[in-house]
């Protein structure tokens, strides 16, 4: 039974590995001070820091050194795979507000819900235990290659990152 569960286990789809990145992210990007806005971001920045390889790929995205037919290929898996894991992080950062580690702040003007990282216990621990330390110096990747990537819309991060005609056909 044991084999069978390992088996079955997707480390992308486990709340604990998610929970982390989403704080990695927040805590990157000084969301203590001014929020992320948009929780819908999370869902690319998330695939980008999944691993060092998505993080050089984001850099020939974003340099458009990208004109290979196997680089659309996973310029597609990795929009499509943001757009899937939303559902998952908006289950996380709900939980996390309820454990009042972040703030949910709907945005009116914007139409969306942005997020503060609250000063917390549980985050001290983390810093302490150094759990958050890779994903953070990935996160600062991220934020030196797309600028204001805490106050972008989603659609210009996805312009940005996709580029205008790939996302609008995927979209359709």
Avoid at 3 to 26: A, P
Avoid at 30 to 42: A, G, H, I, M, V
């Amino acid at each position: 039974m044991d084999s069978k569960k390992r088996m079955m286990f997707i480390l992308e789809e486990d709340y604990y590995f998610i929970t982390i990145k989403i704080l990695s992210i927040l805590k990157a990007l000084d969301c203590e001070k001014n929020p992320f806005q948009d929780y819908r971001k999370l869902g690319i920045i998330f695939e980008f820091i999944k691993n060092d390889e998505n993080i050089c790929f984001l850099k020939k995205l974003i340099k458009h050194n990208s004109e290979e037919i196997l680089d659309s290929e996973k310029t597609l898996k990795i929009f499509c795979e943001s757009r899937l894991c939303v559902a998952v992080i908006k289950r996380v950062i709900f939980f996390l507000e309820k454990k009042d580690i972040i703030e949910l702040i709907r945005n009116k003007k914007n139409c969306n819900i942005d997020i503060r990282l609250k000063e917390s216990i549980v985050m001290e621990e983390l810093m302490n235990l150094d759990i958050l330390h890779c994903d953070i110096e990935k996160c600062k990747e991220i934020k030196d290659l797309v600028p204001r990537i805490r106050s972008l819309k989603l659609e210009t991060l996805q312009t940005k990152v996709f580029g205008y005609n790939e996302v609008s056909k995927w979209e359709d």
